[in-house]
């Protein structure tokens, strides 16, 4: 049986605290746009030694790198083969910032998990080093720029943006929409197209590193939006931006896989890591819900003694229930050193993210018009969760995944 360790409830224990200490009384700030979320997620890291762990783990990893790169090891780590680590470690920080606040873990999310993830998988050695390691740390912020106001679902097929070489370099241009950390980030991901005068369809996909300040590139003010106001989303415009091969990810046009397949496994780990979102916003919605029925006094009587209450509590805790054997699931499979197919990665997100925005609305209506009013909270979780069904694939892209997968031959 899977369950939360004796070591997972004391980190869990210590990392409410933490919220309850240092993010709660700014909620306010950071849900008006005035506090950027960066500061609070780096005392977050130093407080639990995130900072200094990921330190570690990426030196050990460079270390191996250079020594298979001079032929003193084997490609393949032990660890792979025996099974990866305790990822419960990393997803309780995550369930508990969603509980009080989930556009803190989208911007972190985004900075030390995809864009560190996207020159870590595909990037040299010199370019981890240059990038990486500071946006693992949260020392620096970074942003993954795929979408564009043409293309958002259909990432690939309608992207516009380009690189054209010129001599040793190349020069960037386009603009991309809806990037998380955008206005904010030091490092930017850019994913663009090879423009070689070939159609479209046929052109490979670069990614680029950018620094924030580089001539040419211009990060928007963050955009208005319906909810995750502590996660600053902006646009990105280039314009004739000339960088060097040492800004190319793989520093080669032709990396193995090819530059789309990275892209995807980003989606996967993104997909992933939206359940552990989704059971920190459930589980602070059925908290607050089943104290609010047991409080509030209609026709004489607490409202949890109505069935229609009950049969919403009912409801938030199967959806409990399942998203927490989802998030268990994953913790399961990363110990075992497996990773999810895309469809089940799909499946996983669609589940959650239509659970937690379910609960979050069921929760508002619970409250009456007191679910509507800010100050009980479940009206900023309700906006924040509607966002899981859109970002990282929509609802019905997850679907198109899952049906793909399931009608193969
Ligand atoms: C807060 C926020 C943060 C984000 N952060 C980032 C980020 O950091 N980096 C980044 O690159 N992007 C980011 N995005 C963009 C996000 O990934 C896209 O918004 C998402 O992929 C959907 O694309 P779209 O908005 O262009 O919608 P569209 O693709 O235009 O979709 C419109 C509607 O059509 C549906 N649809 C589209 N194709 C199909 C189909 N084949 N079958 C059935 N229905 C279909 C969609 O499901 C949707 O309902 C973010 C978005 C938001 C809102």
Redesign the pocket.
């Known amino acids: 049986m899977f369950e939360w360790s004796e070591e997972h409830q004391m980190i869990r224990e210590a990392v409410k605290r933490f919220v309850d200490d240092e993010i709660r009384p700014h909620v306010e700030e950071l849900e008006h746009g005035d506090l950027p979320p960066y500061d609070i997620l780096r005392k977050l890291f130093a407080t639990f030694g995130m900072d200094a762990m990921a330190r570690d783990r990426f030196q050990k990893q460079i270390a191996r790198e250079k020594a298979i790169a001079a032929g003193e090891a084997e490609a393949t780590p032990p660890k792979e083969r025996s099974g990866g680590g305790d990822s419960g470690m990393s997803l309780i920080p995550i369930i508990e910032l969603c509980r009080v606040c989930p556009g803190m873990v989208t911007a972190m999310g ?1 900075s030390m998990g995809l864009t560190s993830a996207a020159i870590m998988s595909k990037g040299t050695i010199a370019q981890k080093e240059r990038w990486a390691l500071d946006l693992l740390t949260m020392d620096k912020v970074g ?5 564009e106001p043409g293309s ?3 990432a690939f097929g309608s992207m516009k943006s380009t690189a054209r070489r010129d001599g040793d370099d190349y020069i960037l241009n386009g603009s ?1 929409t ?3 950390n955008g206005p904010y980030a030091d490092t930017t991901v850019f994913i663009c197209k090879l423009d070689e005068g070939n159609p479209p369809e046929q052109r490979k996909v670069l990614s680029f590193v950018l620094d924030r300040g580089i001539p040419g590139f211009v990060q928007s003010k963050p955009l208005r ?1 319906m909810g ?1 106001h502590s ?1 600053p ?1 902006g646009e990105l415009f280039l314009d004739d931006v000339r960088v060097g091969r040492d800004r190319l990810i793989g520093e080669t046009e032709d990396l193995p896989a090819g530059g789309r397949d990275g892209a995807k496994a980003t989606f996967q780990q993104e997909r992933s890591g939206v359940a552990a979102m989704a059971l920190g916003i459930i589980e602070e919605c059925l908290q607050l819900s089943v104290q609010y029925a047991k409080d509030r006094v209609q026709f004489g009587k607490p409202i949890g003694v109505f069935q229609l209450i009950q049969d919403k509590l009912a409801r938030m805790e199967v959806a409990r229930m399942n998203v927490q054997n989802l998030v268990f699931r994953t913790m399961e499979m990363s110990a075992a050193g497996r990773t999810m197919s895309l469809a089940e990665a799909s499946a996983m997100k669609l589940y959650s993210a239509r659970a937690a925005t379910e609960v979050a609305l069921e929760a508002v209506q619970l409250f009456g018009g007191n679910g509507y009013m800010s100050e009980f909270r479940v009206e900023q979780l309700a906006r924040d969760a509607k ?1 899981l069904q ?8 997850q679907i ?1 995944h899952i049906a793909k997968d399931l009608l193969r031959a």
């Open positions: 985004v942003a993954w720029a795929i979408t958002g679902s259909d991309k809806f990037i998380t939006k995750m996660s989303t966002v859109i970002y990282a694939g929509t609802d019905e892209i198109t």
